[in-house]
């Protein structure tokens, strides 16, 4: 799961014309939403995810929110856990529970968030 976020971040894909073109915006929060499992098949680290993240959006840790539904004791062993936990907007949910609490829960972190972003 991180080495697909940090492969969705590359600019080459996400450039007019990319097959992920639109999907990183200067003028928009990044939503990164994980389900589930750890990561621990993933090329780098936790580290070297977020710093492709942050690259994405321009050093900006605030432009991104980050909701991980898994276990929410985030045990030492969860790479995504480690991740998520570097944003100031995040959410661990409890994968146990009906997902639509979670959800809820990151849009109010989203509206938040939206509401201190100065594009750029």
Request: net charge negative.
């Amino acid at each position: 799961m991180g080495e697909a976020l940090t492969m969705a971040m590359k600019p080459e894909i996400n450039a007019p014309g990319g097959c992920n073109a639109g999907f990183l915006r200067d003028d928009a929060l990044l939503m990164v939403t994980f389900i589930g499992g750890l990561d621990d098949g993933s090329k780098w680290d936790p580290g070297t995810w977020s710093a492709n993240v942050l690259k994405a959006k321009k050093g900006d840790a605030g432009a991104v929110v980050m909701l991980n539904i898994r276990d929410p004791l985030c045990p030492p062993h969860d790479r995504i856990c480690e991740l998520v936990k570097k944003y100031p907007y995040h959410l661990v949910a409890d994968g146990d529970e009906p997902f639509e609490g979670a959800f809820d829960q990151a849009t109010d972190l989203v509206d938040v968030a939206c509401s201190l972003y100065i594009p750029g």
